[in-house]
């Protein structure tokens, strides 16, 4: 990978959902990784302009948010691009991953969050999907 930063979209209306996903994660989930730095949004419209400016290396969105949950968002995003970025979507349970799995998203996480989990599910989608962006 080409940049030194990847820039991550967290979403979520509840603060402290962002912030687990974060602290989970880590600036940098792995060592042949660049670092992370994150952007915090409460709402699609955040989500949908960091993707229109192409400025979305991976989305974590809540499958709980609101108005919009992240499976809806996800499913736009995937729908609605010609290049989607990765997305994994955080369920609170088990039981909807098969709903993240429908939205089309990349990976799946489920609360509470496992550090050692979270970090290695966004290093493999990073791996997976990052094409070198530009700019």
Known sequence: MSTDTL????????????????AAVGRRPARDLPRLR???ADGIADVLGAADAGELDLAVLDGEAQP???MG???QLKNESDDPAPVIVVVRREDDRWLATWSQA??????PLDPVTAARTVADVLRAGVPARQG
């Open 7 to 22: 820039d991550v979209v967290v979403m979520s209306h509840r603060p402290e959902v962002r912030e687990a996903v974060m």
């Open 38 to 40: 994150f952007r915090e």
């Open 68 to 70: 919009t949950g992240g």
């Open 73 to 75: 968002v996800c499913r």
């Open 106 to 111: 990349d990976a799946v996480l489920v609360q």
